[in-house]
């Protein structure tokens, strides 16, 4: 795996300072996450100090990236940065820092929208995104407390509070929120 240190230089250099710092809190958050829940640390403080390596790029780059990338993506994902760059970031893993590991890519991949069932590693970049120490908005202590015992329980309260908010923006909400969310309510009921 490659050090992390030049990971960091390189989002240092392409990213906001305030991104960045979001970045590597994340990734501290999923490193935290997976030593707790037994996952790969390496791989999950990996994945989460990437996740938005793409995410201030102007939308032309994007998708310059996806065709290089040959990989297809819905209209929705294909006309909204907030969605795109968890797909563009690909591009950077695999071409900047040579990383191969589909773990790492699909935890990436899916941090912005989740899916239906998530993987371990998926869950903990998900969540690592959201309670990161930066972040601030109604109802991210609970997250963050209920991160630290029941992960499925944290990550669909991670999604409730992503289509609340999304909703009342009256902003398009994916699909793939609603089956990660339809899917993890109903492993936690049975």
Not at 4 to 33: F, G, V
């Amino acid at each position: 795996m490659i050090d992390n240190r030049i990971m960091k230089d390189y989002l240092k250099k392409t990213l906001s300072e305030k991104r960045y710092i979001h970045s590597e809190n994340a990734a501290i958050s999923a490193e935290q996450l997976a030593n707790l829940y037994g996952a790969d640390s390496q791989k999950a403080y990996v994945s989460a100090l990437l996740h938005d390596c793409t995410r201030e790029m102007d939308m032309e780059l994007q998708h310059k990236m996806m065709l290089s990338l040959n990989t297809q993506v819905d209209e929705l994902t294909y006309g909204i940065k907030e969605l795109l760059h968890a797909h563009t970031a690909e591009y950077i893993i695999r071409n900047q820092f040579n990383i191969m590991d589909e773990e790492i890519i699909s935890a990436v991949r899916f941090h912005t929208t989740g899916k239906e069932d998530m993987t371990l590693l998926e869950k903990i970049v998900f969540l690592a995104d959201v309670v990161e120490p930066s972040r601030s908005f109604p109802g991210v202590e609970y997250i963050r407390q209920l991160a630290m015992d029941d992960i499925d329980g944290a990550v669909l309260a991670a999604l409730d509070s992503s289509i609340k908010f999304l909703l009342g923006k009256r902003s398009l909400v994916h699909p793939n929120t609603f089956y990660a969310r339809n899917y993890i309510l109903k492993h936690i009921t049975e």
